[in-house]
């Protein structure tokens, strides 16, 4: 039958227009498309397919999940990431994931028939455009040590929690939130809650499954 695939994305555009770009090749065959988390991991066990191509924001989870617990479970699957964010943020959280490839949704459809193939034949080989660029970035960016209390801190700003819910959550008063937030603020040079998140992936202190 050839390379079976599984498509998982919550847009039912994308996996089309996917689906399409897989039907046009010979070793390929889409057996299977999933639009949330669970759906994708109830179709991954009917279908045990060669490859996953997975978007990182579903409806009920992330797609980086998916690619974790795909890893452990099935080492010799192929899993592709899929997603609109091209931040080194994204790249490095799939790469520790355990993903084969990872590819930006503006890139060619080409692109990801040629990283899933690529997925098949070597499952635990990382690719990314600009990997290179990103690990140079990585090295080059400035060290941040945090405060255990600001670490927790900056785990719920990831979450979206407000200032009143943080203070509840760490059983302290807002206005030493506050203080801590601003603090973090100060050592991720960041003006507002957005900025810190987006600092702390890039740097390496947040994962993007916290978000």
Excluded: W
């Excluded at 996996?15 to 991954?44: M, Y």
């Excluded at 949704?105 to 690529?118: C, F, I, M």
């Amino acid at each position: 039958m050839g390379i079976s695939v599984l498509l998982v994305d919550d847009h039912a555009l994308i996996r089309q227009g996917l689906r399409r770009a897989f039907e046009q090749t010979t070793d390929l065959v889409v057996v299977a498309e999933a639009a949330s988390l669970a759906e994708a991991l109830a179709l991954e066990r009917a279908h045990n397919p060669d490859v996953a191509v997975v978007d990182v924001n579903l409806g009920d989870g992330s797609g980086i999940e998916f690619v974790k617990t795909m890893r452990q479970r099935r080492p010799e699957m192929g899993l592709v990431v899929l997603t609109m964010y091209d931040g080194d943020g994204h790249v490095f959280a799939s790469l520790e994931a355990g993903a084969s490839a990872f590819v930006l949704k503006g890139a060619p459809s080409e692109d990801v028939v040629s990283a899933a193939r690529q997925a098949a034949s070597a499952p635990t080989a990382f690719t990314a455009q600009d990997l290179a660029g990103a690990m140079r970035r990585r090295m080059q960016a400035p060290q941040v040590t945090l405060t255990p209390r600001e670490t927790e801190i900056l785990q719920l700003l990831g979450k979206g929690s407000s200032v009143a819910q943080i203070a509840g959550e760490l059983y302290i008063s807002q206005s030493t939130a506050k203080t801590h937030m601003s603090k973090l603020y100060d050592k991720l040079g960041a003006a507002n809650r957005t900025q810190a998140v987006m600092a702390a992936v890039r740097l390496g202190l947040l994962s993007t499954d916290a978000q």
